[in-house]
């Protein structure tokens, strides 16, 4: 079964401020993991894809395998990045197109 | 190029009526799934589609119906609603690699 642990819901940083988005899974297969943003009513957006290993708005991820993790980094964080984050899994190969959603953190940057 | 359409984006029903979520994408994406998503706990899958006429159950899927006549139209039929399918609904879709794309969602009420 795949299984996408997000351990905050909420986390709150003031501009300028490091942050860092945690999100664990559990996946017996060869997992594919992307980053969804969700800004406030609005569709989810791709933010990032393990494979693609590319920086969005500032932001990176790295697949630790080791630690089964693939936390969300910004070194300094944006007012206009406050928005829900979605961590998701899904089997990079196969035909197991299911995509499996954390619970979501939402992000709050204070001025 | 429309994306990933849904109609419609406001819904107020009472229960026990039915209704059809539509959802159709316009990049000959094979696979396609309905979410719904709830304060708390997420996205979850209700039903998805591997391809025109395969279907199959995702986390949540009583209380809906769906077909995949077509590639690009995979409708969300609810049966008898209830207030507990009171939630945002979001369809998705994607190629056998990279992202999903997602709708910009269904607003549903059941009172």
């Known amino acids: 079964a795949q299984r996408v642990t997000q351990p905050e819901k909420l986390l709150s940083v003031f501009k300028g401020a490091p942050v860092e988005l945690k999100c664990n899974y559990s996946y017996s297969g060869s997992p594919e993991l992307f980053w969804y943003v969700q800004y406030s009513r609005q569709r989810l957006q791709l933010l990032l894809r393990?494979?693609s290993r590319e920086s969005i708005k500032g932001f990176t991820a790295d697949l630790n395998k080791g630690e089964t993790s693939f936390h969300l980094k910004k070194p300094f964080a944006q007012e206009e990045d406050s928005a829900m984050y979605y961590c998701?899994?899904?089997?990079?190969?196969?035909?197991?197109?299911?995509?499996?959603f954390g619970k979501g953190t939402l992000l709050t940057v204070n001025p | 190029n429309a994306g990933v359409t849904q109609t419609p984006k406001f819904q107020v029903l009472k229960t026990g009526q039915s209704m059809t979520l539509q959802c159709a994408q316009d990049?000959?994406?094979?696979?396609m799934s309905w979410y719904r998503q709830d304060p708390g706990m997420g996205l979850r899958l209700i039903h998805y589609s591997v391809g025109a006429g395969i279907t199959d159950q995702g986390e949540v899927p009583n209380g809906y119906n769906v077909s995949r006549s077509t590639t690009e139209d995979f409708p969300l039929r609810l049966l008898s609603a209830a207030p507990s399918q009171t939630s945002v609904y979001f369809c998705?879709?994607?190629?056998?690699?990279?992202?999903?794309?997602f709708g910009s969602g269904t607003r549903l009420t059941v009172v």
């Open positions: 393990h494979i």
């Open positions: 998701a899994l899904r089997d990079s190969g196969g035909s197991n197109y299911k995509l499996t």
């Open positions: 998705a879709s994607s190629q056998r690699e990279g992202g999903y794309t």
């Open positions: 990049m000959n994406h094979e696979y």
